[in-house]
Each structure stands twice: as structure tokens, then as C-alpha cells.
């Protein structure tokens, strides 16, 4: 994808949002690793609600994502900015690789966050469309059972993109329970 903006055209999926209003995913740059470090915690703090297994807060008051640094260093991890107009609206990590098992040809969301500030004005939905279309054509997107409000927005996101060419099915790791998202992107 490379360095360069990726801007999401004003299409029927994003009515929410004004015409004039531009939503787009930008490469993260080593830079911008503190700025997702924010905005990690406060992605922390929403999925704290559905996910008690997120860790301890360190000394500093942060609980420190696993291998961050990956995201700049694997050529197979996309840590991505989303942008609305001049602001910063939340990031997403896009991996290539199958988290269930390993299929090289999938795509997958494996963080993705808005500020609440940003959320139900159809930026989120630009954004992950953008991202459908811009890498690998098969997707998964995998979400706990237990975030309704998440499983909520990716089933329209993925609806809406996909025209309703997708499956769910359920999936059980390490005792939790996920609902997993399958659709194709034809680029």
C-alpha cells in the first residue's frame, strides 16, 4: 500500500457523513507509533467491558499492546491511520495471514478502533470498506460474541460491502467465544 493517502469517495454507504468530508486510511509511519499507542488505550478501555483478559496496567498507567513494534518491522502487519478531514479518527492493523489458520491469501482485521467522537457518523464503515478493497481479496474479521456493539457494525460493514455475500460462523479460542466474518473482496 505504501506511504501515500488512500482516499474513500462520498458513496451511498457513508450517508451518515457529509458529502464534503473525507475519510482516509494512511500507512502509520514509525512516528506515529505514540499516537497509536494513545488511542490504543483508549481502545483498551472500551474493550474492557467485554474482555477481562486484557492485561495488567503498568507502572506508567498503560497496559502495553504485544509486539507493537511488529506492526513497523513485518512486512505482513498494516498498521493504518484513519483520518476524517484534518483530524485523526482511529487506526486499524490489517494483517495478512489467516489468525484461525495461517491461509496466507486472507486478510484480516485484527484491531480496529474509532474515538467516540467519530463513531455513528459512517466514518468507521469508509474506512474498513477502503481497507476491504485495498488489501487481498478474501476476508475474516473476527469478533467476541459478547461485543454486541461490535458484531452489530461489522455485520452492516460487511453487509453492506460484501451486498450480503457473506458467512458467519462461531469460533472457540482459549474459552472464548468469537463470531467470525468470511466475505471476498473483488479489489
Request: include cysteine; hydrophobic fraction near 35%; glycine fraction near 6%.
Amino acid at each position: 500500500m505504501g506511504a501515500e493517502n488512500l482516499r474513500t469517495p462520498h458513496t451511498e454507504e457513508s450517508q451518515a457523513c457529509s458529502a464534503e468530508t473525507v475519510v482516509e486510511l494512511v500507512r502509520a509511519e514509525r512516528r506515529d507509533m505514540e499516537l497509536i499507542s494513545s488511542m490504543l488505550q483508549l481502545y483498551f478501555h472500551d474493550l474492557s467491558e467485554f474482555t477481562p483478559w486484557l492485561g495488567t496496567m503498568s507502572n506508567n498507567g498503560r497496559i502495553e499492546y504485544p509486539d507493537l513494534d511488529a506492526y513497523w518491522l513485518d512486512p505482513v502487519l498494516h498498521p493504518l491511520l484513519i483520518r476524517s478531514g484534518d483530524s485523526n479518527a482511529g487506526f486499524a492493523f490489517v494483517q495478512q495471514g489467516s489468525h484461525l489458520d495461517g491461509d496466507s491469501s486472507v486478510s484480516d482485521i485484527a484491531e480496529f478502533f474509532i474515538l467516540r467522537s467519530f463513531r455513528r457518523k459512517g466514518i468507521g464503515m469508509r474506512a474498513a470498506h477502503r481497507a476491504f478493497r485495498d488489501f487481498g481479496s478474501n476476508w475474516e474479521i473476527r469478533v467476541r460474541e459478547c461485543n454486541l456493539p461490535a458484531i452489530a457494525f461489522w455485520r452492516q460493514t460487511v453487509d453492506t460491502f460484501s451486498r450480503g455475500r457473506f458467512s458467519t460462523e462461531p469460533h472457540s479460542e482459549d474459552g472464548s467465544l468469537w463470531r467470525v466474518f468470511r466475505f471476498r473482496s473483488e479489489g
